[in-house]
């Protein structure tokens, strides 16, 4: 039997009514922070492999989602956008230069004027690299009107060992694929 009292640790009760205080010994302790502390250590390359998928997935989606706002606008206004990396991005006269990996922006070039739509910021610990995974990929992402793509590029996002990958075709139109490039 066993009796609780507020003021007390737990109390049994033998078959002979003696009571005797019964716990956990130091011995009982440790294994269980032992145990814990091995599980945790089980868990945690774990844990940073899934978070490492997931910031790869993530990146390729946010640049999947930059090249869909793109072909979009073009579509929807009847003029050419351009999709293009920018080291300054918050510049009145935004300028084409850098790679993808950096902050990107969409302009409208119309008549060499350009008007910034949106800016896109990268995502930490994810690098974007072309498909073999040697290079950053610079230059600009164009469609006109129609939009029709100026270029094939295939961009590779990594983080942890772990690729998607963002592939638009010469018709402007984007997909994603998974293990589709290499990582550095």
């Not at 599980?39 to 997931?54: G, I, W």
Request: charged share 15%.
């Amino acid at each position: 039997m066993v009796f609780c009292c507020p003021d007390c640790d737990v109390v049994a009760m033998n078959d002979a009514g003696i009571q005797s205080q019964r716990g956990l010994t130091l011995l009982e302790c440790l294994l269980a922070v032992a145990m814990v502390a091995l599980l945790s250590a089980m868990s945690v390359p774990t844990f940073r492999d899934q978070l490492a998928a997931a910031r790869a997935r993530a990146g390729a989606h946010q640049l999947y989602g930059m090249v869909q706002t793109a072909r979009s606008t073009a579509l929807l206004s009847g003029e050419d956008s351009t999709l293009c990396p920018s080291q300054h991005p918050g510049a009145e006269q935004p300028t084409c230069e850098g790679h993808f990996g950096e902050s990107v922006v969409l302009i409208n070039p119309a008549g060499w004027s350009a008007m910034r739509h949106k800016v896109w910021l990268p995502l930490d610990g994810v690098t974007v690299r072309n498909r073999a995974g040697t290079a950053v990929v610079g230059g600009t992402l164009r469609w006109d009107r129609y939009g029709f793509g100026n270029r094939n590029v295939t961009l590779s996002v990594c983080s942890g060992g772990h690729n998607w990958s963002v592939v638009v075709n010469r018709l402007g139109r984007p997909r994603l694929a998974r293990q589709w490039g290499a990582c550095p």
